[in-house]
C-alpha cells in the first residue's frame, strides 16, 4: 500500500510505503513539521516503521529523518554521495531495501543536486517510481544548486528514469499545479523538458531558466545535513 | 485507474475515472479554474469524457459542469434534490452511471447540504468511496447552511458510507491537513466525529461548531446552481 501525503508549507509529497502482510513500512521526504501526524497514522495503521529515507538534501523543508530515528527506532537512510553522516547509512546506487515482504530499489539520479537518489517499488504487476526532485510531472528541478548539473540531469532522465516501463506511475517529491501522480509514458511524451532530445540544447534551457533563490535554502540546507537536527 | 487532482486555492480534490479498456472517462468534482488542465490531460490521454459530475452545490469553488459539458460533450449530473436544471440530468440514489466497463454508482447521502452524494466504484477486488463533504478524513463537512442537517448527516454516515467495508478506499472532496485518502477502517475507528456513537449528542457537537461563513459561498452557491455558467 502506498499512501501519499502532503505538505501544504512547501508542496512537499510525502510518501509512507506499506507491506500489508507484515506490517513493516517506510517514509520517503518525511518533513518535521508533520512528524506528529506520520506517528500518529503510523500507531493507527499499527505499523513498524523500518527506515526513514531521504531523496537528496533538500532546500525547502527539513527533514524528519533524525526526529523519526529517536520516536520509531527507524533505520535512517541518505546518499552516501551526500558527505552527510547523521543518518544509519549510506544509499549506494542500486541498493535493494527490504521493507517486510516489499523490495525497493534505490537508483543514483544526479542532476538536481549531486546527491539526488530515485526509489523503484515493484507491487505485483505495478511498478512505481518515487522521482524526487529529479523527474516533476511535467517539468523536472532545478540544477543550479548544491552542485546541480543538467548534463546529470539528462542522463538520469533519459538514461535511467525514462527506461522504465511506459506503465510505471510517477511519484514526484513535488507538486505546484494539483497534479498529484503520473506516469513514464505521460512524461516521456508530454513533459515539456524531456521532450528537448538534444542534451547540449537541454543544458541551455536549465541554464536560462533564472529561477529565484529557494526561500528556506539558508536554514533547510544545514538542517538537512544533519539529518533534520539543527535547531532553526 | 483514478487519477486525484487538488485544487490549491479551495483545497478541492477532484477525481479522474478512466476506464482503461475504453477510453471513456469520468470527472468528479471538477473546478471552474482548472478546465485547461483536465482538457489537456483528457487529450494528452487519448479519453473520452462521458460525464461531469458534482458530489453537491458546492459553496468554495465553482463548479467546471458547464464548461467541460460545451469543451467535451460530456453528460453533467447534479443531484435531483437540488432543484438545478442546468445540467444534462439529475442524480438518483442508487443510479448506475455506466463509464466504459466501470459502473459508478451514485448514493444519496445527505447532511452536509440536502443535496449531497456519494459515488462508490468496484475495480476488481478494490472499492472505492468518493464521499464529497459527507465524509472527510478524520472529520467531516459541516451542517449550518445549504439545508444541512446533522441528524441527516448522522444517518448518512452510520447506515450508508460506513456499511461498505472496512477495506473500502475514502476519496474526500476536500482535505485541509495533508491527507490525500483514507479507508471506511481509518474513519470508523479514528475519525473523532464519527466516533460520537449517540446521534443525539453528534447533532450537539455539529450545532456548537460555530464555524465563519465559507469566504466565497455567495458567488460559489449561485453560480454552481447554473452548473458554473454565471459569470462572476
Do not use: W
Amino acid at each position: 500500500m502506498i499512501r501519499q501525503l502532503y505538505d501544504r508549507d512547501s508542496y512537499t509529497y510525502t510518501y509512507l510505503l506499506v507491506c500489508d502482510k507484515t506490517g513493516q513500512a517506510a517514509l520517503i521526504d518525511p518533513v518535521k513539521d508533520n512528524v506528529t501526524q506520520y506517528v500518529q497514522l503510523l500507531k493507527e495503521l499499527n505499523l513498524k516503521l523500518v527506515y526513514a529515507l531521504d531523496t537528496h538534501i533538500h532546500a525547502d523543508h527539513i527533514t524528519a529523518l533524525s526526529v523519526l530515528r529517536k520516536a520509531t527506532g527507524c533505520s535512517t537512510l541518505v546518499s552516501s554521495q551526500g558527505k552527510v553522516n547523521c543518518a544509519s547509512g549510506g544509499l549506494t546506487n542500486n541498493a535493494c531495501l527490504t521493507i517486510g515482504l516489499l523490495s525497493l530499489r534505490a537508483i543514483y539520479t544526479p542532476g538536481h543536486t549531486d546527491d539526488s537518489y530515485s526509489f523503484y517499488l515493484q507491487e505485483g504487476a505495478n511498478g512505481y517510481l518515487f522521482t524526487g526532485d529529479t523527474l516533476l510531472i511535467r517539468g523536472t528541478g532545478r540544477t543550479d544548486f548544491q552542485n546541480g548539473s543538467a548534463s546529470d540531469l539528462y542522463e538520469s532522465l533519459h538514461n535511467k528514469l525514462l527506461q522504465y516501463p511506459d506503465n510505471t506511475i510517477v511519484y514526484p517529491a513535488h507538486d505546484y499545479n494539483g497534479f498529484t501522480q503520473s506516469t513514464i509514458f505521460e512524461e516521456k511524451y508530454f513533459n515539456p523538458r524531456v521532450k528537448i532530445k538534444d542534451k547540449g540544447a537541454f543544458i541551455q534551457f536549465m541554464a536560462e531558466l533564472n529561477l529565484p533563490k529557494p526561500k528556506h535554502i539558508e536554514i533547510a540546507v544545514p538542517a538537512n545535513q544533519q539529518c533534520g537536527e539543527l535547531d532553526v
